[in-house]
């Protein structure tokens, strides 16, 4: 399915990940089970799932991830850690 997805989305990289071998990045991740499917567009985690999917719900994360608007997801994203207290200060 991924190859298959790779090969028809070519301005998308594909990896695969072992987390044997990576443990770290694993945790880094907060990755628990697998597969986990995660997606990110300009450093930033868009989607992230645990478990198999079907090709159609893979084609429409892609879908959906190509169509943000990157400047609105950042604005958002600087918004909530805004509004959102810093750990560590009294």
Do not use: C, W, Y
Request: charged fraction near 30%; aromatic fraction near 6%; avoid cysteine.
């Amino acid at each position: 399915m991924f190859e298959a997805a790779s090969e028809k989305h070519a301005d998308v990289i594909f990896a695969k990940v072992n987390t044997d071998d990576e443990q770290e990045l694993a945790a880094s991740f907060n990755i628990r089970s697998i597969p986990t499917l995660m997606l990110f567009r300009e450093k930033v985690i868009l989607f992230s799932q645990a478990g198999a999917l079907p090709g159609s719900a893979l084609e429409q994360i892609l879908a959906k991830g190509k169509e943000l608007d990157m400047a609105v997801v950042r604005k958002e994203i600087a918004e909530r850690e805004a509004a959102t207290p810093e750990q560590g200060q009294a």
